[in-house]
C-alpha cells in the first residue's frame, strides 16, 4: 500500500522522463496505512455489509452500458470490440466484435471478496480486454458474476474460483494478457472515484521478485492478486480514452 507522500515524490521524479509513466497502484487505492486504513476498512464493511438489490448494480439503458464500457479504450480499439452488458441472468453479449477485443463495465465483485466495497453498488470499472485477456482473465469475472447472481456468499464465491483455478476448468493466463482503463466515467471505488486512466498487464503468480518491485529507485510498483493468481502491472496514461488531458496529479 502506497502512501500519499511516496506516491507524490514517484510522480514528480517520473514527469520528467515520459508522458506515459509506469505505476502499479492496487485498484482499492486508498492511500492510507497501519490504523488509519483498517479503520476506513471498516467503515466501508459496514458500509457495505452485503449485497445491494440487484436493479442498484444495474444500467437500465442498454446503450449507455454499451457506451460506458465502450469507453475505457480509444475509440480505435473499442469499436470493433465485443460489448457484453449485465442483466439479471449474467452478462450477455450485446454488440459482436471484429479485432478480439472484449469491453465489459466490471462491477464491485470484480474485486477481491476480502475487499470492504465489493458489494459497493455504485462502482463501474470499464475494461477493454484484449484477446488474450478476454480468453483467459475475464473469464473469472463472469464466472463470479453468476456466482453472484445466485447468491453465493464471498467465502462461496471465494472457494469455488480457487477449485476452478485447481482443476483448469478456468483456463490458464495466456501471455500477453492486458487490459484497458482508460474511461473518463469510472467509478472505481468511493475513494478513488475515477483516479487515473490507465492500462493494466497480467502475469501469472508474485512477479514481484522477479520484477524487482518496491525495490529503491525501481520505477515498477505493482498489485499482487492472489485470488485470481495474477500479478498486475498498471502503466498510468496521461489522457482519458476519448484524448482529452488526465489530472496532473492522483486525487
Not at 164 to 193: F, I, T, V, W
Request: net charge neutral; proline share 6%; glycine share 6%.
Amino acid at each position: 500500500m502506497l502512501t500519499g507522500a511516496k506516491c507524490a515524490d514517484w510522480e514528480d521524479r517520473m514527469r520528467n522522463h515520459s508522458r506515459i509513466i509506469v505505476w502499479v497502484f492496487a485498484l482499492q487505492m486508498i492511500v492510507l496505512s497501519g490504523a488509519g486504513r483498517h479503520a476506513v476498512a471498516q467503515a466501508q464493511t459496514a458500509a457495505y455489509p452485503a449485497m445491494a438489490p440487484l436493479d442498484r448494480y444495474l444500467i437500465s439503458d442498454e446503450k449507455a452500458e454499451i457506451a460506458l464500457a465502450r469507453s475505457a479504450a480509444p475509440g480505435s480499439i473499442s469499436d470493433g470490440a465485443e460489448v457484453m452488458v449485465l442483466t439479471r441472468e449474467g452478462y450477455e453479449t450485446a454488440v459482436k466484435g471484429t479485432n478480439g477485443f472484449l469491453c465489459i463495465v466490471e462491477r464491485s465483485w470484480g474485486q477481491g471478496t476480502d475487499e470492504a466495497e465489493f458489494w459497493n453498488p455504485k462502482m463501474r470499472a470499464p475494461h477493454c480486454f484484449n484477446v488474450q485477456a478476454a480468453k483467459s482473465f475475464a473469464p473469472i469475472y463472469l464466472m463470479k458474476t453468476r456466482l453472484v447472481l445466485a447468491g453465493k456468499s464471498r467465502a462461496e464465491i471465494a472457494q469455488a474460483i480457487a477449485a476452478q483455478l485447481d482443476s483448469k476448468e478456468l483456463p490458464a493466463l495466456e501471455p500477453g494478457a492486458m487490459a484497458y482503463m482508460m474511461s473518463k466515467e469510472q467509478y472505481l471505488n468511493d475513494r478513488g472515484k475515477s483516479w487515473r486512466p490507465h492500462t493494466m498487464f497480467y502475469s501469472p503468480g508474485d512477479m514481484t521478485k522477479s520484477w524487482a518491485a518496491d525495490d529503491p529507485n525501481s520505477p515498477f510498483m505493482m498489485a499482487n492478486d492472489p485470488q485470481e493468481r495474477a500479478t498486475i502491472l498498471f502503466v498510468l496514461a496521461d489522457k482519458w480514452s476519448d484524448g482529452s488531458a488526465a489530472p496532473p496529479k492522483m486525487p
